[in-house]
């Protein structure tokens, strides 16, 4: 590579985000820049290498470059240097930062950087105020209060000047100093007017936020404080070089309550401690992190999924062991600096982080949970009002007893149940147990089972019942007990018992029961087959329970419920609707709570008018019993997505996740995923952000990797929104990688035809010309050549911008035979049609770029017409224009002229299509010699000359 080509990299990497990518690139260009003879260009790099090395995460190679840009500008002074002379200075300040957070350098070496450093700022004629600024650091790091307090006032006393930190970093390290002596009003009237400014640095405003998280709370100042923690966190989540700050978050989760989301952050970063970017960083995090597990261990049995690192395994570790392996780390860190400093202040410090613990109320913070599972204090949830139960009259017989019972189960109350029957084994006891009562009591006793111990306790109570029935000789009896038997087993994997039962019981009381036993019979048999998904079957078995006449509104309004499951399984919409609305009716008559929520749900579930699904959600929550409402809550909250009230729909699906998470049930991930998009589409992409990640943690730990991809996808779109373009880029780059089976080709082509249009969006053409190259040979492996042809006229687009025209050229060539097969057809569809002609487009711009403009109007030829049979017309002006232009590149003004004055009577009047094909009439009108005629046109058009420019 040339000297120019070196210079011109340099350049390119002050574009690139500070991280790995930009310390590659940058150690790359200094190992081609030593082995030449530009010692201006191997300084340059060194000086852009430090800052890259300090804030992208690597310090400690920080010292080696610095060292030798400060070697060489003493030994051997050169013009070039005067140039870097504020800068170099500037990197003290680096150095003693970075100094004093690796203990293996002693303190002495970094007091004589800082001798240094003061004797060069005098004699450059500065202030001291940064010299102050950094004995005060120093003094603080090791503990001397007092030399603090010193330096602290003689920092606040010197003038600023050029070589002070910026406007927000000088009174980021006030406050925190102010929090550290218990001044926190004053921290926050201190940041306040630093807030309400314009903050330009690298470090803001998320250092000064971070400072401010404990000030706010200590104020009760709530709100902020929150708000700093998430717009913070954001900010900092994806730079190594912060991990002492993100320590400060997980810290301010512990102190707030919110263990849940300490555990989250420490999952997301805890692979970061095995290249932290200091000692320092690793013992805060370590000792952070310590405190907020120990926490989390406590209340429960807490994992953590930890990557693999050396020769450590991928694997779950708990929360208890891992936060003695960090309370280990970060203690020995903490004593490895007092041995270099002389005194206990690290290890009390530490000491002190790991015994934090919650402090004062519970804030919220999370964006997915809208309360802490582990907050003892929150409200109970409110349950539903409970069943009347009835009166049990103190002079009742046993038959008496059993007959209130058996209406109780009928009409489903069930706490009354439960009082009758004991009062019934009070009163009667094994006494007056005739073995009719036994049966029956036997009966009773496996219908209360089955919604208080579930199917597995009821069965065997079932079976107990139709013994004694079967010797008690009553075939009646024994086949309405038979038949529920046969339903529980069903639903345990006993099937073919279960289902010849039912089956038997259905067609003896068919035969021999009354009207409300042969419909019972019947849909009993309808519960059996669903449980089966024998659904035709199941239909069939309900249409004759509804066919059947009897008196029995809550053996109605279940038969009704069952049908209407039945036809929604069978896709049947408009009958499924129908039934829906019966059983909500049907329901509400009887006004039994657990009825008027499954109806009023199956409604919701047919209706087809948003308004209305969201209505009988509504209703099913008003009903619900609690441990009933998270799938109520979830089905509401799509149904509120779909009616476009997506605010709404994120309320529902936070409470959606946290009460999946109270109730240890599985799938929060996939809730926080939903809710992420519900944020999204609400227009509160930060949140989205916060919830997606989450989410793409959650189902990584599930092993779920084809929903975590798509989660990451949505991901993508959210970072955009943010005009976060790297994390989307990372991303993109990572769902190439776990798209790389042959069954997922397509995919991974549109993943790479996305990441090379944002890479184009953001002028990073060279770069966005090699995704598009990629996807293309995708889209040729995946037998795709529309998507094919695409990709590669994106590709020469790319490259012809970033002036690589000999490649675009060879692009072009390739897109000529992809489009030379497709338009082959007898009668192309528009979709080829379409991409043929921009494939043309490009290959003019290409061309006409490469000086061959005649071959370019050759490609243009008939181009703007094939457009316009598809009803492409914004591409075909758009061609028109491009033919315009590329003649007046080929000296044909007089032809231009009368295609740009057609061109631009059909273009809306102020259109930057417009604006630009005036500009191009207007430049065809001077080459012609017709001046005024040229004036006139910029006039009437308004053009100025930095339209034209």
């Known amino acids: 590579m040339s000297e120019d080509d070196l210079w011109r990299?340099?350049?390119?990497?002050?574009?690139?985000?500070?991280?790995?990518?930009?310390?590659?690139?940058?150690?790359?260009?200094?190992?081609?820049?030593?082995?030449?003879?530009?010692?201006?260009?191997?300084?340059?790099?060194?000086?852009?290498?430090?800052?890259?090395?300090?804030?992208?995460?690597?310090?400690?190679?920080?010292?080696?470059?610095?060292?030798?840009?400060?070697?060489?500008?003493?030994?051997?002074?050169?013009?070039?240097?005067?140039?870097?002379?504020?800068?170099?200075?500037?990197?003290?300040k680096y150095m003693v930062n970075a100094m004093l957070k690796f203990p293996e350098l002693p303190l002495d070496r970094t007091y004589a950087v800082l001798d240094d450093m003061e004797r060069r700022y005098r004699d450059a004629g500065h202030s001291l105020q940064a010299v102050h600024k950094h004995r005060y650091l120093v003094a603080d790091h090791v503990g001397d209060a007092g030399a603090a307090e010193r330096w602290y006032r003689e920092w606040l006393t010197a003038p600023?000047?050029?070589?002070?930190?910026?406007?927000?970093?000088?009174?980021?390290?006030?406050?925190?100093?102010?929090?550290?002596?218990?001044?926190?009003?004053?921290?926050?009237?201190?940041?306040?007017?630093?807030?309400?400014?314009?903050?330009?640095?690298?470090?803001?405003?998320?250092?000064?936020?971070?400072?401010?998280?404990?000030?706010?709370?200590?104020?009760?100042?709530?709100?902020?404080?929150?708000?700093?923690?998430?717009?913070?966190?954001?900010?900092?989540?994806?730079?190594?070089?912060?991990?002492?700050?993100?320590?400060?978050?997980?810290?301010?989760?512990?102190?707030?309550?919110?263990?849940?989301?300490?555990?989250?952050?420490?999952?997301?970063?805890?692979?970061?401690?095995?290249?932290?970017?200091?000692?320092?960083?690793?013992?805060?995090?370590?000792?952070?992190?310590?405190?907020?597990?120990?926490?989390?261990?406590?209340?429960?049995?807490?994992?953590?999924?930890?990557?693999?690192?050396?020769?450590?395994?991928?694997?779950?570790?708990?929360?208890?062991?891992?936060?003695?392996?960090?309370?280990?780390?970060?203690?020995?860190?903490?004593?490895?600096?007092?041995?270099?400093?002389?005194?206990?202040?690290?290890?009390?410090?530490?000491?002190?982080?790991?015994?934090?613990?919650?402090?004062?109320?519970?804030?919220?913070?999370?964006?997915?949970?809208?309360?802490?599972?582990?907050?003892?204090?929150?409200?109970?949830?409110p349950a539903a009002p409970p069943a009347e139960e009835p009166t049990v009259p103190a002079d009742a017989t046993a038959d008496e007893l059993l007959d209130l019972a058996d209406e109780c189960l009928r009409t489903h109350r069930r706490s009354g149940l439960t009082a009758v029957l004991a009062a019934y084994d009070e009163r009667c006891g094994a006494a007056e147990a005739s073995p009719r009562r036994s049966a029956r009591r036997l009966e009773l006793r496996a219908g209360e089972l089955t919604h208080t111990a579930g199917p597995e306790a009821a069965r065997d109570a079932n079976r107990a019942a139709l013994a004694a029935y079967r010797e008690l000789g009553d075939p009646v009896r024994a086949q309405v007990v038979a038949g529920r038997l046969g339903v529980l087993l069903c639903m345990t994997g006993e099937a073919e018992e279960g289902l010849a039962l039912v089956r038997e019981a259905a067609t003896f009381l068919a035969a021999h029961g009354d009207a409300r036993e042969r419909a019972a019979a019947h849909d009993r048999l309808a519960l059996a087959l669903a449980h089966l998904g024998r659904w035709a079957e199941a239909l069939a078995a309900a249409d004759r329970a509804a066919a059947e006449e009897y008196d029995d509104p809550w053996l109605a309004a279940r038969a009704a419920l069952h049908r209407a499951h039945v036809l929604e399984e069978l896709e049947r919409p408009e009958e499924f609707r129908a039934a829906a609305g019966q059983a909500r009716r049907l329901a509400r008559e009887v006004g039994v709570d657990e009825l008027v929520t499954a109806a009023a749900l199956a409604y919701a579930r047919a209706a087809d008018d948003p308004a209305e699904t969201v209505a009988a959600c509504d209703e099913a929550l008003r009903t619900a019993p609690p441990g009933a409402r998270l799938p109520v809550r979830v089905f509401r909250a799509r149904a509120l997505l779909a009616a476009e009230r997506a605010a709404e729909a994120v309320e529902d699906f936070a409470e959606a996740v946290t009460l999946c998470v109270e109730q240890g049930a599985d799938g929060d991930a996939f809730l926080r995923w939903e809710l992420a998009n519900a944020y999204r589409v609400a227009g509160r992409p930060a949140e989205a952000a916060e919830v997606a990640e989450e989410a793409v943690l959650g189902l990584d730990r599930l092993g779920a990797q084809a929903e975590a991809d798509r989660c990451r996808h949505l991901l993508v779109g959210i970072y955009v929104d943010l005009g976060e373009l790297e994390p989307a880029l990372a991303l993109l780059d990572l769902l190439a990688r776990?798209?790389?089976?042959?069954?997922?080709?397509?995919?991974?082509?549109?993943?790479?035809?996305?990441?090379?249009?944002?890479?184009?969006?953001?002028?990073?053409?060279?770069?966005?010309?090699?995704?598009?190259?990629?996807?293309?040979?995708?889209?040729?492996?995946?037998?795709?050549?529309?998507?094919?042809?695409?990709?590669?006229?994106?590709?020469?687009?790319?490259?012809?911008?970033?002036?690589?025209?000999?490649?675009?050229?060879?692009?072009?060539?390739?897109?000529?035979?992809?489009?030379?097969?497709?338009?082959?057809?007898?009668?192309?569809?528009?979709?080829?049609?379409?991409?043929?002609?921009?494939?043309?487009?490009?290959?003019?711009?290409?061309?006409?770029?490469?000086?061959?403009?005649?071959?370019?109007?050759?490609?243009?030829?008939?181009?703007?017409?094939?457009?316009?049979?598809?009803?492409?017309?914004?591409?075909?002006?758009?061609?028109?224009?491009?033919?315009?232009?590329?003649?007046?590149?080929?000296?044909r003004p007089g032809e231009a002229e009368p295609l740009l004055r057609e061109v631009l009577g059909g273009l809306p009047p102020g259109s930057r299509p417009a604006i630009r094909a005036a500009w191009l009439l207007a430049g065809s009108l001077d080459e012609l010699g017709r001046p005024d005629d040229a004036a006139a046109v910029r006039a009437e058009h308004g053009l100025t000359a930095d339209e034209e420019d």
Not at 62 to 72: H, P
Not at 752 to 767: P, S
Not at 781 to 792: F, H, I, K, S, T
């Open 9 to 92: 990299m340099l350049h390119e990497t002050t574009g690139m985000p500070y991280g790995a990518g930009r310390t590659a690139a940058l150690e790359q260009l200094l190992r081609r820049a030593d082995t030449g003879d530009d010692r201006h260009l191997a300084f340059a790099a060194r000086m852009q290498a430090t800052t890259g090395y300090v804030y992208g995460g690597e310090p400690a190679k920080s010292f080696v470059t610095f060292s030798w840009c400060l070697a060489e500008f003493d030994r051997d002074p050169q013009p070039y240097h005067q140039g870097y002379a504020h800068q170099l200075l500037w990197h003290f």
């Open 160 to 381: 600023r000047d050029e070589l002070s930190d910026c406007a927000g970093c000088d009174p980021t390290t006030q406050v925190a100093h102010l929090a550290h002596v218990g001044r926190h009003d004053e921290a926050v009237a201190l940041a306040e007017p630093v807030l309400a400014g314009r903050l330009t640095c690298t470090e803001q405003p998320q250092a000064i936020l971070t400072a401010l998280l404990v000030p706010y709370l200590r104020t009760g100042r709530g709100d902020a404080a929150r708000n700093a923690h998430r717009e913070a966190y954001r900010r900092l989540r994806g730079n190594l070089s912060d991990l002492w700050d993100i320590g400060d978050h997980v810290e301010f989760c512990t102190l707030t309550g919110n263990e849940a989301r300490a555990v989250e952050i420490v999952e997301r970063h805890l692979d970061w401690l095995d290249r932290a970017p200091t000692p320092a960083a690793a013992m805060h995090f370590a000792a952070t992190a310590a405190a907020a597990l120990r926490r989390a261990a406590g209340a429960g049995d807490v994992t953590l999924h930890r990557r693999a690192a050396g020769d450590r395994p991928a694997g779950e570790v708990s929360a208890a062991a891992l936060a003695v392996e960090l309370t280990d780390t970060a203690t020995a860190l903490a004593a490895r600096f007092d041995a270099r400093n002389g005194t206990s202040y690290q290890s009390e410090w530490i000491a002190r982080r790991l015994a934090t613990g919650p402090a004062g109320e519970h804030l919220p913070l999370s964006a997915s949970l809208r309360r802490s599972p582990a907050d003892p204090a929150r409200p109970p949830q």
């Open 738 to 891: 776990n798209l790389d089976g042959p069954d997922n080709l397509p995919r991974r082509a549109q993943v790479l035809e996305e990441a090379g249009g944002l890479l184009y969006d953001a002028d990073r053409d060279a770069l966005a010309g090699q995704r598009f190259a990629e996807a293309a040979t995708a889209y040729r492996l995946a037998g795709a050549p529309v998507d094919e042809l695409r990709a590669r006229r994106r590709e020469a687009d790319a490259l012809s911008w970033a002036g690589d025209v000999p490649a675009a050229v060879s692009a072009v060539e390739v897109c000529d035979g992809l489009a030379s097969a497709l338009s082959g057809q007898p009668e192309p569809p528009p979709v080829v049609t379409y991409e043929v002609a921009l494939a043309a487009e490009v290959a003019a711009r290409v061309l006409a770029g490469a000086g061959r403009p005649d071959e370019a109007l050759d490609r243009l030829a008939g181009i703007p017409a094939r457009l316009r049979s598809i009803e492409a017309f914004g591409e075909a002006a758009r061609v028109e224009l491009l033919t315009g232009e590329t003649l007046m590149r080929a000296g």
